[in-house]
């Protein structure tokens, strides 16, 4: 079995867990014999509390040394980045077997005395892949927007309230006269 970082992190948890248990329990036999009872239930209670982390502390490790020999008995492994699901291949492709227009021939003229049922199977699955829309993948960013050529642009950043210039016509000119 590979040991992985994430048992040796629980080892070591571990591993420190009973040095820590040990410590302490040399530390509670050390104690006098004229201790009060308080004090030694208090002892007892931080004993108690060390056991129950060193319980966890090897139920971790124990754990994690099952997850990873599930990992090697396994015949899927996962690589670094995770599942990778790709796309299908397309029925017609550049370098693919079939012809698109084989099988549409084949299938259109009965004459040719030609009885291909995978050709229509085919077709049936190309029309089908026509219909259904590609999945893009969106790019969590997108670049710098390209500048605006119109003059809206430079009108509306250019210091003035106003979005847009007034357009005085001629006609309303004459007309408030």
Do not use: C, N
């Not at 970082?5 to 104690?31: M, N, P, V």
């Not at 994690?64 to 899927?76: I, N, P």
Request: aromatic share 6%; net charge positive; charged share 35%.
């Amino acid at each position: 079995m590979k040991l992985t970082k994430r048992i040796e992190e629980a080892r070591q948890r571990h591993d420190e867990a009973i040095s820590a248990l040990e410590e302490y329990g040399a530390k509670i036999d050390a104690l006098p014999d004229d201790t009060k009872q308080d004090e030694r239930d208090f002892h007892g209670e931080v004993l108690a509390a060390l056991e129950e982390k060193t319980a966890k502390a090897l139920e971790k490790l124990e754990r994690e040394v099952a997850f990873q020999k599930a990992r090697e008995a396994s015949a899927f492994v996962m690589g670094d980045g995770g599942v990778k699901v790709g796309e299908e291949e397309k029925t017609y492709r550049p370098a693919g077997r079939h012809s698109y227009f084989r099988d549409l021939v084949v299938t259109s003229v009965r004459e040719l005395g030609i009885e291909d049922p995978a050709a229509r199977e085919r077709l049936t699955r190309h029309a089908s892949e026509i219909r259904t829309p590609p999945s893009f993948v969106m790019s969590p960013r997108p670049t710098q927007a390209p500048p605006r050529s119109s003059p809206r642009s430079t009108w509306a950043h250019s210091g003035s309230t106003r979005k847009w210039p007034v357009v005085r016509s001629r006609t309303r000119s004459r007309l408030s006269r």
